[in-house]
């Protein structure tokens, strides 16, 4: 066979692929792109797949954008929060959280992964302050142990001084359902502006910041800071400087529980297990202030905060909160937490975040 041959087979072969497999290139353009250890050709042919299944619902939905535009990043946000169930007849709902949180290039480095959950202990009953009312015991199981981690001394002076209603109020103030409020006067915003919006709450109410930079973002988890930059600071935020912790919901939680005293826990959403507290614990222990996210296999990708309680009993009772970067990219203010576990994947699991 012949070189010309040779090229004309070739050719035939790639024309046939490209109709068996017409969008694959849209979404997956950049699974092939890195160099891969043979062993890892199963998971690429997954990601194959999965990438033409988002492809195909995307063209049959009427949605037609970039794999790196906001309108994408919005797409697979807006899957996560239960905007799309639909897709999820079309492949696994483990496999579908997955490649959406890939696409929103999370970073799994500094997540609350669940090899640190410890055991119960009389030192996990809730005693940092007064429940509403008096009961016998409550075990929780912290998904971090701060025996593993380094206090920071000169911030950890300032968790007296944290006032939740405050930081709720200034969520109330900067969050307005369908639209989107930004205080760009103090402070950057981003595309994916949740854990920057808690950020700013959280220092409203007295939660101090701790460390600096001279521009851009900084990864250290001892440091949770935004300042202006320096005059030759220019970044996609604009000229600022600011820390991971303060931006970025995998590296949030860590911080706050190395460096403030705050705890995380688990929540239970379907299965019967002691050792997790489930939607009803998390009303009646949390108050406004306190930090809500949400997690995909090890992947914390939504921050959001406690404004308001509604307390009457254990079953009848509900937690209001409010965030930047909701569903069609807006603002959510005062929804039911109730109503939001409701509508997630059962995939995605529910960090609480205890502030001290």
């Not at 016998?136 to 002076?157: K, N, Q």
């Not at 109020?169 to 989107?180: S, T, V």
């Not at 440091?223 to 220019?234: I, L, N, Q, R, T």
């Not at 404004?307 to 990219?329: A, I, Q």
């Amino acid at each position: 066979m012949n070189t010309h041959k040779v090229a004309c087979y070739l050719f035939k072969l790639l024309v046939v692929f490209s109709l068996l497999f017409p969008y694959t290139a849209v979404f997956a353009q950049d699974i092939t792109s890195d160099t891969r250890p043979i062993d890892a050709e199963a998971k690429v042919s997954e990601e194959l797949l999965i990438a033409n299944v988002f492809n195909s619902y995307t063209e049959s939905k009427g949605l037609n954008f970039t794999p790196d535009s906001p309108e994408a990043e919005t797409f697979f946000r807006d899957v996560l929060f239960g905007e799309y169930p639909d897709i999820f007849l079309l492949a696994s709902e483990s496999d579908v959280l997955s490649y959406a949180v890939s696409r929103l290039q999370m970073e799994s480095e500094e997540s609350l992964g669940m090899n640190n959950i410890y055991t119960q202990s009389d030192s996990d009953v809730v005693t940092s302050r007064s429940p509403r009312f008096e009961i016998s015991s409550v075990i929780y199981l912290p998904l971090i142990s701060t025996d593993s981690t380094t206090v920071v001394g000169a911030e950890s002076a300032q968790i007296a001084a944290y006032n939740g209603y405050t930081a709720a109020a200034y969520a109330n103030k900067w969050a307005e359902n369908g639209k989107q409020i930004r205080n760009f006067a103090q402070y950057p915003s981003f595309s994916n502006d949740c854990t920057n919006f808690i950020s700013q709450a959280l220092q409203a109410g007295g939660y101090a910041q701790a460390g600096s930079g001279s521009c851009n973002v900084e990864d250290n988890a001892s440091e949770w800071y935004v300042k202006k930059g320096g005059w030759a600071c220019v970044t996609k935020a604009g000229s600022w400087a600011w820390s991971k912790s303060w931006s970025t919901a995998n590296a949030f939680p860590t911080y706050a529980v190395a460096n403030q005293g705050a705890k995380a826990y688990l929540i239970k959403r379907v299965d019967e297990d002691p050792k997790f507290i489930d939607i009803n614990d998390l009303i009646y222990y949390s108050w406004p202030g306190d930090i809500i996210h949400l997690r995909v296999n090890g992947n914390i990708y939504h921050s959001m905060i406690v404004t308001k309680d509604r307390w009457v009993s254990r079953s009848n009772s509900d937690l209001l909160l409010t965030y930047h970067t909701g569903p069609e990219n807006k603002d959510v203010e005062d929804k039911s937490v109730r109503e939001i576990i409701k509508g997630l994947p059962q995939g995605v699991e529910v960090i609480f975040i205890m502030m001290p």
